[in-house]
């Protein structure tokens, strides 16, 4: 029997690969199997290049690329890869210290130009007031010269 039709994976079976193919989703006889049984003897049959794909699961079987190898390098690459991961965050502390330090300054002197700007329009208008109050008087004593004063304009006044 080539081909046993399955809707699903229930398990392994001797001398079968579950998969799609022609016939539909089942368990296929294998063909490495097959040659096996047909020459008589397994040794006598070169061993098959291990796939790269698993024939029940259709997933990768070969070993991932190590980074590390056993030689007790991977502590002191964790270390390293830590103690720059930590110098960075500092780094990045200080950027933002040093950011918000600046902005505080900044703010400051904004506060101190305000404070300036509003003082001199406070000395102007006061500027403006007296100057307009002096005005006020040198009006009034004219007009009060010109009312009483011009018959003793040449003659001292005395009491």
């Not at 780094?91 to 300036?116: D, I, P, Q, T, V």
């Not at 007031?129 to 304009?153: G, H, N, P, R």
Request: proline share 3%; with cysteine.
């Amino acid at each position: 029997m080539d081909f046993i039709e399955a809707t699903h994976f229930s398990g392994p079976r001797p001398g079968y690969v579950f998969k799609k193919d022609k016939q539909g989703l089942g368990y296929y006889q294998d063909a490495l199997e097959a040659k096996k049984t047909s020459q008589g003897a397994a040794d006598a049959i070169p061993e098959a290049a291990p796939s790269s794909n698993n024939k029940v699961t259709g997933e990768s079987t070969q070993k991932p690329k190590i980074k590390f190898t056993n030689d007790g390098s991977f502590l002191e690459k964790f270390k390293e890869k830590q103690r720059l991961k930590q110098e960075q965050e500092a780094k990045e502390a200080e950027e933002k210290r040093r950011h918000e330090k600046l902005k505080r300054k900044m703010e400051k002197r904004e506060r101190e130009m305000e404070k300036k700007s509003r003082q001199n329009s406070d000395l102007e208008q006061k500027t403006d007031e007296a100057t307009s109050a002096w005005q006020a008087y040198l009006d009034e004593v004219k007009e009060y010269e010109s009312q009483t004063c011009k018959e003793y304009s040449g003659v001292a006044i005395v009491k």
